[in-house]
Nanobody, 123 residues
């Protein structure tokens, strides 16, 4: 069983950068894909991107392509979300989630979630 904890959120001005971390416990971390999602007030939880078990493949939502990068360090049980050129519309609570198998872009495919970390981007 994997447990996930996000960190690294905060307040940043438009154009700035943040790096989120998703720290996992559990010996099966290298066997799961990890997705990042975000949820703004009053909106659905949207897929941001994901990374496969080995870290060899990533996928991103169109809204963040070219600005966000996901990586993972399996020996450290950590997945990262590097966010550059942040925009006010990136403001949301960011969640990491895991699932066995391939990366999927819908939240209900993921069986383990972190508690979320707030990202606020000012204009």
């Amino acid at each position: 069983q994997v447990q996930l904890v996000e960190s690294g959120g905060g307040f940043v001005q438009a154009g700035g950068s943040l790096r989120l971390s998703c720290d996992a416990s559990g010996r099966t971390f290298s066997s799961v894909s990890v997705g990042w999602f975000r949820q703004a007030p009053g909106k659905e939880r949207d897929f941001v991107g994901g990374i496969t078990r080995s870290g060899g493949n990533t996928a991103y939502a169109d809204s963040v392509k070219g600005r966000f990068t996901i990586s993972r360090d399996n020996p450290k049980n950590t997945v990262y979300l590097q966010m550059n050129s942040l925009k006010p519309e990136d403001t949301a609570i960011y969640y990491c989630a895991s699932r066995p198998g391939v990366v999927r872009s819908t939240a209900y495919h993921y069986d383990t979630w972190g508690q979320g970390t707030q990202v606020t981007v000012s204009s």
